[in-house]
């Protein structure tokens, strides 16, 4: 890419800095300290459809989760982190190998707490940045004081796709269904959560108290693009154990790779997680979102420069 080309790019570079600065003034002021963990490590986190980049012996992170959750379990209540993760196989205008995620940990609270949260922080990084908490997107106007959508997901599907997933699940009609039937059928205007998700859907998040069935999580949508992910965190690790278990037999099944287990972080749940909300958010599709790019072409200078490298 040319020096003229990589010049178009200078307002999202300088959005991109105080966005990061931004986040960063929010956490400092209430007392959250950042850490920075391995990007290039042993071991990926078991997930059933996230595939890690291999990197010699070892893999790049797809997310920062197991070894911030090891700090969370030495003690560490109020961690965050911005920083670079990497998936296999994606590449649109919403998706790149290698992404910047936020990821934040509060000790002693639950998802419930992260939804509110969630809106502070964005209200005050829109208003510090953009000087705004009203942002366009491909002609959506959407703000972000206005009041947030809160929906339970399987009540969604009943809804829109007729079927509850929580009580008859099946992994592959959800995941058509949610981007096909749901995710269309959300109010664009506003900013929509997605919560309590089927257990089978929980990835590390902990059950519901009152209905085992659903697991603590929920996402959030501005816009109606999906943006950040978040747990009541698992702490048994029992469960954790029998989880991971599970993916790497259906990952088996289907022919993806299967990772070992990550035995450190196994053994630091084993010692004890204090209660513990989560959240990973994507500091990309944020901006884009933010500030008003139609897609990730317009936020990497550098993205096309991995097919000239590799003729």
Not at 198 to 213: C, F, H, V
Request: a negative charge; hydrophobic letters at 40%.
């Amino acid at each position: 890419m040319s020096t003229h080309r990589l010049a178009g790019f200078e307002r999202a570079l300088i959005l991109r800095s105080r966005l990061h600065h931004a986040v960063r003034e929010f956490f400092f002021t209430q007392s959250y300290i950042e850490v920075d963990t391995p990007v290039r490590i042993p071991v990926p986190a078991m997930e059933e459809h996230i595939d890690a980049e291999p990197s010699g012996t070892y893999y790049l992170r797809t997310s920062p989760e197991l070894h911030m959750k090891r700090l969370v379990c030495a003690g560490h209540r109020r961690l965050f982190q911005i920083g670079p993760c990497f998936r296999q196989g994606e590449r649109g205008t919403r998706h790149n190998p290698e992404y910047t995620m936020l990821e934040w940990y509060h000790g002693g609270e639950d998802y419930t707490f992260l939804i509110r949260q969630t809106q502070e922080m964005l209200r005050f990084c829109a208003q510090s940045v953009f000087h705004s908490t009203t942002f366009q997107w491909k002609g959506v106007r959407c703000d972000l004081r206005d009041e947030w959508a809160i929906y339970p997901i399987c009540d969604l599907f009943r809804m829109h796709a007729g079927w509850d997933p929580a009580t008859h699940f099946d992994a592959d009609r959800f995941e058509i269904d949610l981007m096909e039937r749901i995710e269309p059928a959300l109010p664009t205007h506003i900013p929509v959560i997605l919560k309590d998700y089927p257990i089978q859907m929980g990835a590390l998040a902990k059950r519901n108290q009152t209905d085992p069935s659903l697991a603590q999580r929920w996402e959030l949508y501005l816009c109606g693009v999906e943006v950040a992910n978040a747990y009541t965190e698992l702490t048994d690790a029992k469960e954790q154990r029998q989880r991971f278990e599970t993916w790497a037999q259906s990952r088996s099944t289907r022919g993806a790779p299967v990772y070992p287990l990550d035995e450190a972080f196994l053994m630091a749940l084993e010692d004890g997680m204090p209660d513990v909300a989560g959240i990973a958010m994507g500091m990309d599709r944020l901006l884009m979102l933010l500030g008003g790019f139609d897609s990730f072409d317009d936020l990497f200078p550098f993205r096309n420069d991995e097919t000239r490298y590799h003729k």
